[in-house]
C-alpha cells in the first residue's frame, strides 16, 4: 500500500511544482497581472481546443455518440448532486443564509475537473483514451456549472447559450463531429502536427495560470477555521466518498471509471471565484476553499486515488 501511494504522490508532484512555479512568478511579479487576461484567451481559444481536438479525433470512445451522451450526463449528473450535497450540509457546518452559504456551496461542490485533471490522467495513466472520455465528462460539468451552479450563486435559473461557443465546448463537439462523420482522417497532417504542437503547451501553461491566480487572491484572503474546516470536510472527504461510491455502482467500463476516481481525488476548482464576483457571491470565501482544499490535496490526493483503485477494482 505504502509504494502505490508513493507512486501516486510521485505522479501528482508535477502538477503540484508547476502550479507553485505560477504562485512564485505572480508573487515575484515576474508576471504582472496584466497579461492574465490575454493567456486565459490564449488557453480558452487557442490552446485548450488543441489540445482536445488532438485527444480526441481517432478516439473510440468519442466516436460513438451514446457514450459521448452518457459520459455528458454522468458528468453533469455528479455535479448537481454535489452541488445539492454542499448546499444542504453547509448549513449544519455554519453557514446559512447571509454568510456565505451559496458562495461555499459552488465552491466546495465543483472539483478542479479539467486543468488538474488533466496532467495528473497523464501522469498515472498516460492514456488518450482517457483524456478523450475526460474531456466528454467535462462537456457535462460544464453544464452544470452554467446552470445550476449559476442559479445558485444568483438564485435565478437560466442556461446561458453562449456556453456552447466555449473554445474547450467547441472542440469537444467538433471532434466528436469529425469522427462520427470520419472526416478527421481527411485532415492535411501538417494541421494536425500544428494542432499537436499547440496543444503540447495547453496543461504547463494552464497549471501555472492556476498557480497565477492562486498567487493573486492569497494576499487577500482571510483565513477562518470554520470555512477551512468545512471545505477539507466536504471537498476531500464526503464528495471523493460519494463519487466513489456512484462510480462502484454505475455499469459503465473501466475508463470512465478511472476517470470519475480523478474527479473524486480533486481540490475546488478556480472558476467559482469568477462567478463569485459576477453575481454577487463572496470571491475572498472561494478563494479560501481553492486555496486549503488545493493545499491538503497534496496530502489526500494520493489516498484517495489509491483506496479507490482498490475500492473499484481498476
Known amino acids: 500500500m505504502t509504494s502505490h501511494i508513493l507512486a501516486v504522490l510521485i505522479a501528482t508532484l508535477p502538477v503540484f511544482i508547476i502550479v507553485l512555479l505560477g504562485v512564485g512568478l505572480r508573487k515575484w511579479n515576474v508576471i504582472d497581472k496584466a497579461v492574465d487576461s490575454g493567456l486565459t484567451k490564449l488557453l480558452l481559444n487557442v490552446l485548450m481546443p488543441c489540445f482536445i481536438l488532438h485527444n ?158 492562486i498567487g493573486e487572491v492569497l494576499p487577500e484572503t482571510r483565513y477562518s477555521l470554520k470555512v477551512s474546516f468545512s471545505a477539507i470536510f466536504i471537498r476531500l472527504i464526503i464528495l471523493p466518498a460519494f463519487i466513489i461510491g456512484i462510480t462502484y455502482i454505475l455499469p459503465v467500463d473501466p475508463l470512465i471509471k478511472k476517470v470519475l476516481l480523478v474527479q473524486a481525488a480533486m481540490p475546488a476548482a478556480l472558476f467559482p471565484i469568477i462567478l463569485a464576483r459576477h453575481y454577487g457571491g463572496k470571491p475572498a470565501l472561494v478563494a479560501e476553499v481553492v486555496i486549503v482544499t488545493s493545499i491538503v490535496s497534496f496530502m489526500t490526493m494520493p489516498l484517495v486515488i489509491v483506496a479507490g483503485t482498490w475500492f473499484l477494482g481498476i
Open 56 to 213: 480526441i479525433i481517432g478516439s473510440e470512445v468519442a466516436s460513438d455518440v451514446g457514450k459521448v451522451a452518457l459520459l455528458a450526463s454522468i458528468g453533469a449528473g455528479i455535479i448537481v448532486c454535489s452541488l445539492g450535497i454542499t448546499h444542504a450540509i453547509s448549513p449544519l457546518l455554519g453557514m446559512g443564509k447571509g454568510s456565505g452559504r451559496r458562495s461555499f456551496s459552488v465552491a466546495a461542490g465543483l472539483q478542479n475537473y479539467g486543468y488538474m485533471a488533466v496532467p495528473l490522467i497523464m501522469s498515472l495513466y498516460g492514456d488518450s483514451e482517457l483524456l478523450a472520455t475526460l474531456f466528454l465528462h467535462s462537456l457535462g460539468v460544464e453544464l452544470a456549472i452554467f446552470t445550476v451552479g449559476i442559479m445558485i450563486f444568483s438564485g435565478k435559473f437560466s442556461l446561458n447559450p453562449k456556453i456552447l461557443l466555449k473554445g474547450p465546448v467547441i472542440a469537444v463537439f467538433l471532434g466528436v463531429f469529425l469522427n462520427v462523420t470520419q472526416l478527421g482522417s481527411l485532415i492535411p497532417t501538417p494541421l494536425l502536427t500544428s494542432i499537436s504542437w499547440l496543444g503540447a503547451t495547453a496543461v504547463p501553461l494552464a497549471l501555472v495560470a492556476i498557480g497565477m491566480s
